[in-house]
């Protein structure tokens, strides 16, 4: 597959600004954002400026706002790359960094004018979608495919990012557009396999039980992060958990108790409130990296990028970057502890959700008002979930806040994907609706986000709510 060949030139300004700046070996200062696809991007990014020797800074940050382009704008770096964030904030970056080479690699809603020293790639400003067909890792792969061919190997980390967006909406829950581009390069340079089965994390390699209890996407309330209830609800089902002295796998059962533990799962998952259509997320393409240990949490794509999503949330970005830097030691160990409490935290947060009548419907939307009781660092991995599994029951996006420690109010906000294509732009409205209360918000049209004035909640859900009725009666 061949990508649109403007798109590819736009990455051009932006290798050879970065050059200028990596030749005379000064610092890079590059900064991503909290999520999966943030990580993997700012991994990819960090390995570059590692490959050809200039000093860099990366950290991950939850958003970008004035103070934190201060801090940096401190620091006197010779260059500024954005990544994962920055297209939809191009004026505050302008204004905080006028005397320093910015550049932007994102896949967000560009918004306002680019300044003069910002350099953006950014595929939307050619027509590619950059919800579905490539995340910002994708675009930090490219750039670094466009400084040396022999980033190729990085190509794992830009599906991870994709994986981690939620990109996999081909069909079998496969990605598409650029991504499968960025696909057959892996696979061409032996690094990469693919093979449709049940999704679960490890599935050629770990004990069915474990398997299922680490898998977060899907996440099935009950099982995830409980292996425990794993083990007892395939004792119950009549799976053996061994095959002679060995601990099975799943890719060790045959097609008839693969299709008897699917059909248990899927009860169990009704029985637990989930749509019956949302167990179909069970089955889907396993991205298999064949350069990673078996046993490691890095061999499966999903969990990969669960990993990194987890370190990000749990406010260890470090151990994600470590990993993406090739760590297989400490950082890895220290991660998948990380994970476990990330799992736990999930499962604690989607209980108090479901047994204390949290939602509220109102006329277009559904609102989670978790206060201080979800972490605002997960509140949106919590409507992702609430929203994948059709826990809630209509079509209405659900729109989430939780209180942020510098004393904002974090909105998250998630639309079933058949909804999104009825016009819906959640990240115009996040953008306006939070404009309107003195807050900034932006993002795709599935996923959005924005920071609001603490009190200023129930005037923003109203606005909300207003907005996303209007343009679903306009589509
Ligand atoms: O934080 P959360 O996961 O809910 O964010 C959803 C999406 O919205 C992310 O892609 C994030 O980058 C974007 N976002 C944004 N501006 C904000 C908050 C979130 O563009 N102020």
Redesign the pocket.
Known sequence: MEPPKEFLSSFKPAADLFKIHSDQGAVIRILT?N?ADGVASGGILSNVCKRVGTPFKTTVEK?LDEQILKGVAEEKPSLVVLT??GS?YLELVGKALPDLDVIVLDH?MPMGNQPTRVVQVNPLLHGIDGSRDIAASGVCYLFAKQLDPRNVDLSPLALVGALG?QQDKGEKKSLKGINILIEEEATAAGLLSKDVDLIFYGHETRPIARAIANTTTPFIPGLSGREDSCVAFLDHVGIPLKTGDRMQSLSDLDEEEKRKLFSALSSHMVAEGCDAKTVHNLIGTVYTFKKEEATTPMRDGREYSSLLNACARMRRPSLGIGICLGDRGEAMKDSEQTVDEYRRKIGGYLDWVRTGDRIKELNAIYVLSAGTDIDENI???V?SILLGQGILKSTKPIVSAANSDDGTV?I??RIAEGTAYMGIHL?KI?QEA?GAVKG?????DN?????IPPGAEDEFMRRVDELVAKQWSGS
């Open positions: 954002h999520d958003r994962d964030f939809g967000h967006d509140v949106g991995v409507s974090k998250s906000s990240g996040m939070a900034a918000g932006g993002g795709h996923a959005a986000g924005a920071f």
